[in-house]
């Protein structure tokens, strides 16, 4: 059974990146059939696709935020990353990483405020 | 970019039956778009019910199925218990990019 854990900073001011990671255990990112997703939902809003990876190397990010937003992995460390440049207030969210392929995992979230 | 749609909120009695609806602004859903569904109750993290349009986890409750209908991708609830009060989000995939629709704030009473 495949978990996932999202850890970094609970708070951000506007201007700055946004830097996140999600941690896989009982599972690999290596594998190239998953996908690797990152999810967010503002305070009492709906949920919103931000990207995912494939390790084979298929990259597609949330139009809306393509301008801002790099995901990456890291095989040694089991992990993948979601950086969001130029924070606003609007980016205050629960963040969730995801994996899919026949099915979706969740991980736990974590909530992001941006403010000063 | 697609706008996915769903119903903002429904109301079903316990022991009753409810479609839950997801539709694209640029046409019909099909099976091509891969439809998931989620179930999310207040304070947790979502948990998918339906993926594939049709296909199940291992923990979803035999009450809740997928379809197509009418150009749009379906949930439905046969049998609604309390317990499934909950707000619902549909995901499609349009061309590797995904959607979400808005969620359907669904109430058991």
């Known amino acids: 059974q495949v978990q996932l854990q999202e850890s970094g900073p609970g708070l951000v001011k506007p201007s700055e990146t946004l830097s996140l990671t999600c941690t896989v255990s009982g599972g690999s990112v290596s594998i190239g059939t998953y996908y690797w997703h990152w999810i967010r939902q503002p305070p009492g809003k709906g949920l919103e696709w931000i990207g995912y990876?494939?390790?084979?190397?298929?990259?597609n990010y949330n139009p809306s935020l393509k301008s801002r937003v790099t995901i990456s992995t890291d095989k040694a460390k089991n992990q993948f990353s979601l950086k969001l440049s130029s924070v606003t207030a609007a980016d205050t969210a629960v963040y969730y990483c995801g994996r899919s392929f026949k099915g979706m995992d969740w991980g736990q979230g974590t909530l992001v405020t941006v403010s000063s | 970019q697609a706008v996915v749609t769903q119903e903002p909120s429904l109301t079903v009695s316990p022991g009753g039956t409810v479609t839950l609806t997801c539709g694209s602004s640029i046409g019909a859903v099909t099976s091509g778009h891969w439809p998931y569904w989620f179930q999310q109750k207040p304070g947790q993290a979502p948990r998918t019910l339906i993926y594939?349009?049709?296909d199940k986890h291992s923990w979803t409750p035999a009450r809740f199925s997928g379809s197509l209908l009418g150009g749009k991708a379906a949930l439905i609830l046969s049998g609604a218990q309390p317990e499934d009060e909950a707000d619902y989000y549909c995901i499609l995939t349009f061309s590797g990019s995904c959607v979400f629709g808005g969620g359907t704030k669904l109430t058991v009473l």
């Open positions: 594939d349009t049709t």
């Open positions: 990876i494939n390790y084979s190397g298929t990259i």
